[in-house]
């Protein structure tokens, strides 16, 4: 698809960016968001608002779905406004956001009964890797529908994967968090002990980091409890989130996962403290006061 006329509903940071990665390349996307300092910044570049989902399905081939939670993306698709009233033939709706597989599924086959095709395409790396086109992109749907708004895809990921039938994308993220943010709670909590047990942090970080736990997250981790840098980007919100997600697909699966209800257990405790705005390595705070 060459151009092709693109509606994106979710303007938050990684949102946002990815409107400037698309428009400094040329498309001039319809556009929705509550945040109206967020539209009005991407209108100045030359996008357009829509006044709803319905309005904004309508005039697009593909509609880009950026939002918080499975929640927020039915109610956009299913109100009498929404996109699955006001979505054409042919057009394709990608979900970037995490979502809950089951939902991306039913969403999918209501959309194909208009017509209409769904890729789920979950998001890796940050919001800086957004705005140049660099982000890794975790895509499925129909093997059609996939290879029409491939290229699509490619001008916002570095790295696109493609990984079979629907919903696929979306577990294949939550997997993925759920091993992320239960690392950084392990190594958050590592840190909390060794300063409880008066080992200095800096150099229990010198011995993990030359052995095989050194990573990134580490990193992530060190910086805050060592030296009170929080830059992961990523908040105990969010990750809260994405293991409630994964503990519903897995139930759905007809099983459970004990590491993942404990880390769960803690983000849900650290949320409750009131700590949910801030980076998930923060956690190191709330372990603290255990």
């Known amino acids: 698809m060459t151009k092709p006329t693109i509606g994106f509903i979710g303007l938050g940071l990684m949102g946002s960016n ?32 829509a006044t709803s989902a319905a309005e904004l399905a309508a005039a697009s081939d593909i509609v880009m779905l950026c939002l918080t939670t499975s929640n927020v993306v039915e109610k956009l698709v299913y109100a009498d406004d929404g996109i699955l009233a006001g979505i054409k033939e042919g057009a394709v709706l990608i979900d970037f956001g995490t979502s809950i597989p089951a939902s991306t599924r039913k969403i999918g086959a209501d959309l194909a009964k208009k017509g209409a095709g769904m890729v789920d395409a979950a998001l890796g790396r940050t919001p800086a890797h957004a705005k140049d086109g660099l982000l890794n992109i975790m895509a499925s749907g129909d093997q059609t ?24 994308g ?22 909390a002990v060794a300063e409880r047990a008066g080992v200095d942090r800096q150099q229990l970080f010198d011995i993990m980091s030359t052995g095989p736990s050194n990573s990134p997250f580490m990193g992530f981790c060190k910086n ?22 994964f503990l519903e697909m897995v139930k759905d699966l007809g099983t459970t996962a004990k590491i993942a209800e404990g880390t769960s257990a803690h983000l849900q405790a650290a949320v409750d403290a009131g700590m949910g705005n801030g980076n998930v390595p923060e956690i190191y705070d709330y372990f603290l006061k255990l």
């Open 18 to 49: 990815m409107v400037e990665n698309l428009q400094k390349k040329g498309f001039h996307p319809i556009v929705m968001d509550l945040n109206k300092d967020a539209v009005a910044a991407v209108v100045a570049r030359g996008a357009t608002e």
């Open 145 to 168: 529908t996939f290879d029409k708004v491939k290229p699509i895809l490619e001008m916002q990921g570095e790295n696109v994967f493609y990984l079979g039938s629907l919903g696929a």
């Open 170 to 191: 979306h577990t294949t993220k939550l997997i993925n968090n759920f091993i992320g943010m239960t690392t950084v709670t392990a190594m958050s909590q590592a840190f």
């Open 224 to 245: 805050y409890a060592v030296d009170g840098v929080s830059d992961l980007g990523f908040s105990i919100n969010n990750a809260n989130k994405d293991l409630g997600y």
